[in-house]
């Protein structure tokens, strides 16, 4: 096997929801070329959710305010949909199925270096579920409402 068919394991989360209880993990991977989260939750709302990287590696319930805002080291605007974004903490929306839950991937655009620094710098960072979708656009959150699950990414 080459190098670039390797996948390993760059850091996890632990992800709560907002009275605390385990409501799964997301992992980071490194797989080759590309870095992608994958997400395995359950004991979520059914629907469309905003995904995102937030700035500080702190989930305080009820409301994971102590997170911050989205993770965004290059000071853009938000959203895909935005001609002056996006940040990178900016990341697809997720589907949670019927059931309350979801198993997916989400592919990160930075370099392997870049991003270990960006995530893993003096406050760490936090991955948030929102409540509602996010619409790529409205600077600076994406209009994503309240924050349901929170998980602190360390390394692996």
């Keep these: ?68 805002g989205h993770l965004n080291p290059t000071n853009n605007e938000h959203g895909s949909l935005n001609p002056q974004g996006k940040h990178l903490g900016d990341l697809p929306n997720i589907e949670v199925n019927a059931n309350g839950s979801v198993t997916t991937e989400v592919a990160i655009d930075h370099s392997r270096d870049a991003l270990m620094t960006a995530l893993f710098d003096n406050d760490g960072t936090a991955v948030m579920v929102h409540s509602g979708a996010d619409d790529y656009r409205t600077n600076p959150s994406g209009d994503a409402g309240s924050r349901i699950a929170c998980g602190v990414l360390t390394r692996s």
Aim: charged fraction near 15%; proline fraction near 4%.
């Design 1 to 68: 096997m080459s190098g670039s068919d390797m996948t390993t394991e760059l850091a996890r989360a632990p992800m709560i929801d907002t009275t605390g209880r385990s409501v799964g993990t997301v992992m980071l991977m490194d797989e080759g070329m590309q870095r992608v989260m994958r997400v395995n939750l359950s004991g979520i709302a059914p629907g469309t959710h905003g995904f995102h990287l937030h700035t500080t590696g702190t989930c305080t319930t009820p409301d994971f305010q102590s997170a911050g």
